[in-house]
């Protein structure tokens, strides 16, 4: 019996991340991209061509360099030159998780600004902020939700 990914990644494609203060987080266009990109590539097992990835997953394929070019920077992908070339999971769907893969897409993970390396904070509250346990722990939350392995989403024989 195989289980499409399409119905998967349609549930990923519009991910709401969290909402705080009123305003949405959310995943851009291109880390779906690469989200879908990775499950197709795990789904064939194979080698699969850009127009093949852009065709199955409903991806522009202007988008296809820089989503390739992302993915195979994180050690996700890797590119296979030739006529009967294009892309091939470097990562077992075992060991990559989604998470991996929005953290190669996504220029910040954290849910506040005062979660950052440098810990800013407008009112220099970091180290009394009672606000900012409830923001630690959304966010250990929120990467354990995205640690989902991709072999969770591959077909089921």
């Keep these: 019996m195989e289980m499409s990914i399409c119905h998967r990644e349609t549930e990923l494609s ?15 266009v291109t880390t779906d991209y690469g989200i879908r990109v990775v499950l197709y590539l795990a789904n064939k097992n194979g080698v699969a061509s850009s127009n093949e990835i ?26 296979i030159r030739g006529s009967t070339g294009g892309f091939v999971l470097q990562k077992d769907p075992d060991n990559l998780s989604i998470l991996h893969i929005v953290s190669a897409f996504e ?49 089921q024989s």
């Design 107 to 155: 220029k910040t993970m954290n849910i506040n600004r005062c979660m950052e390396e440098d810990k800013f904070c407008s009112r220099d509250a970091v180290p009394f902020c009672p606000v900012r346990d409830l923001y630690v722990e959304a966010q250990a939350e929120f990467h354990n939700k995205l640690n989902v392995k991709i072999s969770h989403f591959l077909k």
């Design 14 to 28: 519009s991910v709401t991340i969290g909402y705080i203060g009123g305003y949405g987080m959310q995943l851009n």
């Design 54 to 79: 852009c065709m199955e997953m409903g991806i522009p394929c202007t988008y296809m360099h820089k989503i390739a070019r992302t993915l195979k920077n994180a050690g996700i992908i890797r590119e």
